[in-house]
């Protein structure tokens, strides 16, 4: 079983940038698409981005192509999502979850961390 922790949210005024990270246990942890969700407040959950086992591809929402960049490196057992010029739609709890990239499938998940964006 895997087990995911995120970190590095936070408050951010509108513009600014945050990275999260997404730390893994376990040696089978670079065998794993992650994924990074996100739920504002009174809306479901969301994709936002994911990147498969070893970097070469990832796929992002079209809410944050551009702006946001997820990458991984395994070595570290940590996947990080990079968010740049965030607005305060992005305000979200963010969770990491870990799967499969195609076909796309996640089976473990985060608890969460929280990202704030003023205006």
């Known amino acids: 079983q895997v087990q995911l922790v995120e970190s590095g949210g936070g408050l951010v005024q509108a513009g600014g940038s945050l990275r999260l990270s997404c730390a893994a246990s376990?040696?089978?942890?670079?065998?794993?698409?992650v994924g990074w969700f996100r739920q504002a407040p009174g809306k479901e959950r969301e994709f936002t981005a994911v990147i498969n086992w070893n970097g070469a591809s990832a796929d992002y929402t079209a809410s944050v192509k551009g702006r946001f960049t997820i990458s991984r490196d395994n070595a570290k057992n940590t996947v990080y999502l990079q968010m740049n010029s965030l607005k305060p739609e992005d305000t979200a709890v963010c969770y990491c979850a870990a799967g499969r990239f195609s076909p796309r499938r996640y089976d473990y998940w985060g608890q969460g961390t929280q990202v704030t964006v003023s205006s």
């Open positions: 376990g040696r089978t942890f670079s065998n794993y698409a």
